[in-house]
């Protein structure tokens, strides 16, 4: 009896594989039944981990009005708004918010010449049309990235960094008539500026802030340059070390938009930034990603520093207003309004246009920097919003 039971054994082995095989195959969508041939990655050393098998048609799946993850995190984004945005009137901000803004010129007007003084003055010191991205040609095979956070740390280009690398400035690669630089204040929520923004030749947004289910008419929707602020990749995505689709389906609202990544700001940067590349190559998106430049970073720290600006770190609406001005004749700004309460109902304000979250351990100088722009408003460089949009001149 024993020898017959060892005898049929293999049998019994394999009919459990096979049942296990068509059970998996049938219920957990495996797609092990599927003969075509599917493309593979190899290890990447940088990120230290295996990209996944991509899927045909990934980008345009995950994409759709049919997905729900997205769609149930703008409600809960929304939700909280709802709640957090009925406060009490300001009692004593009144006087310092009025002090601040006296100079505050309306109507604006333009001073061609002061905007060629500062825009000469970026180009030469920071020349961000050349030196924003890396590129292929501004960090080439063989040369050292300093980081510009970790003054201390530095990499050296190898062929595997620099095919990473753009090849050329794609889309810093000639002047534009307008552009829109979106911050994320509060002072958006209910400015109805969706429009005026969107009809800016260029659009540029800070820190991948929600555009759907209703932001549109206060934000807009068209977007050309997008940044992603690693802290929100940590803390929001988990830093792309878990199940990604959450945040694959957040980029799906910019569309064919650049993201601007700063894998070489600080050292802990650069797996998590060659992570969001993996997953947006992983999907098949249609935004392209880049990799700011530590060597601009530094250079553009240096010009605020020279009008008084000296914080910690410049927000990256600093870098990004920066950035615009040497890219475009006529630059407006939203969403710059880093205090508490509205500049002219002197009602509450959320901390973003989309939550009351603050950072724990602030690093900007927020109301230095705006005293700068604020500074440029007056003198006729850019044209800074500070009121509901239906009712500007």
């Given at each position: 009896m024993r020898g017959q039971l060892l005898r049929y054994l293999p049998a019994l082995f394999?009919?459990?594989l096979l049942t296990t095989f068509i059970h998996y195959a049938v219920n957990n969508d495996w797609n092990l039944l599927n003969t075509?041939?599917?493309?593979?990655?190899?290890?990447?050393?940088?990120t230290g981990t295996s990209k996944e098998i991509k899927?045909?048609?990934?980008?345009?799946?995950?994409?759709?009005?049919?997905?729900?993850?997205?769609?149930?995190?703008?409600?809960?984004?929304?939700?909280?708004?709802?709640?957090?945005?009925?406060?009490?009137?300001c009692q004593d901000c009144r006087?310092?918010?009025?002090?601040?803004?006296?100079?505050?010129?309306?109507?604006?007007?333009?001073?061609?010449?002061?905007?060629?003084?500062?825009?000469t003055e970026?180009?030469?010191?920071?020349?961000?049309?050349?030196?924003?991205?890396?590129?292929?040609?501004?960090?080439?095979?063989?040369?050292?990235?300093?980081?510009d956070g970790?003054?201390?740390?530095?990499?050296?280009?190898?062929?595997?960094t620099f095919a990473t690398f753009a090849k050329t400035r794609q889309i810093l690669n000639k002047t534009l008539h307008s552009c829109a630089v979106v911050g994320n204040g509060g002072i958006l929520a209910n400015s109805k500026c969706g429009n005026e923004i969107d009809s800016a030749e260029f659009v540029i947004r800070c820190n991948l802030a929600p555009l759907l289910n209703g932001y549109e008419e206060h934000v807009g929707k068209k977007t050309d340059i997008v940044t992603a602020?690693?802290?929100?990749?940590?803390?929001?995505?988990?830093?792309?070390?878990?199940?990604r689709r959450r945040f694959v389906e957040s980029l799906c609202q910019y569309g064919n938009a650049t993201l601007l990544l700063p894998a070489f700001s600080f050292a802990k940067n650069t797996a998590l930034s060659y992570r969001v590349i993996s997953a947006i190559?992983?999907?098949?998106?249609?935004?392209?990603?880049?990799?700011?430049?530590?060597?601009?970073?530094?250079?553009?720290?240096?010009?605020?520093?020279?009008?008084?600006?000296?914080?910690?770190?410049?927000?990256?609406?600093?870098?990004?207003?920066?950035?615009?001005?040497?890219?475009?004749?006529?630059?407006?700004?939203?969403?710059?309004?880093?205090?508490?309460?509205?500049?002219?109902?002197?009602?509450?304000?959320?901390?973003?246009?989309?939550?009351?979250?603050?950072a724990k351990k602030p690093v900007h100088l927020m109301p230095v920097e705006f005293n700068f722009l604020l500074q440029l408003h007056n003198q006729g460089v850019l044209k800074l919003h500070l009121r509901e949009c239906e009712s500007e001149d």
């Open positions: 394999l009919g459990s075509q041939p599917q493309q593979h990655h190899v290890k990447n050393k940088i899927e045909k048609n990934k980008g345009i799946e995950i994409c759709s009005e049919d997905s729900q993850v997205w769609k149930h995190e703008n409600q809960k984004i929304n939700k909280k708004k709802r709640q957090q945005n009925s406060f009490q009137s006087k310092k918010i009025e002090e601040m803004l006296q100079n505050y010129s309306q109507p604006w007007v333009k001073d061609e010449e002061k905007l060629l003084e500062i825009r970026l180009s030469l010191k920071c020349n961000g049309l050349e030196n924003a991205i890396i590129t292929q040609r501004n960090s080439p095979l063989g040369s050292k990235i300093d980081f970790n003054n201390w740390r530095s990499v050296k280009v190898d062929p595997e602020n690693p802290s929100i990749l940590t803390y929001k995505y988990s830093s792309l070390l878990g199940h190559e992983d999907f098949e998106l249609p935004i392209q990603s880049l990799f700011m430049n530590p060597n601009y970073l530094r250079s553009v720290a240096d010009f605020w520093s020279s009008y008084g600006v000296q914080g910690k770190r410049l927000t990256t609406g600093a870098m990004m207003v920066s950035l615009a001005l040497e890219l475009c004749d006529n630059v407006d700004l939203y969403g710059f309004w880093p205090f508490d309460f509205h500049p002219h109902s002197f009602k509450g304000l959320t901390h973003h246009y989309y939550d009351n979250i603050k």
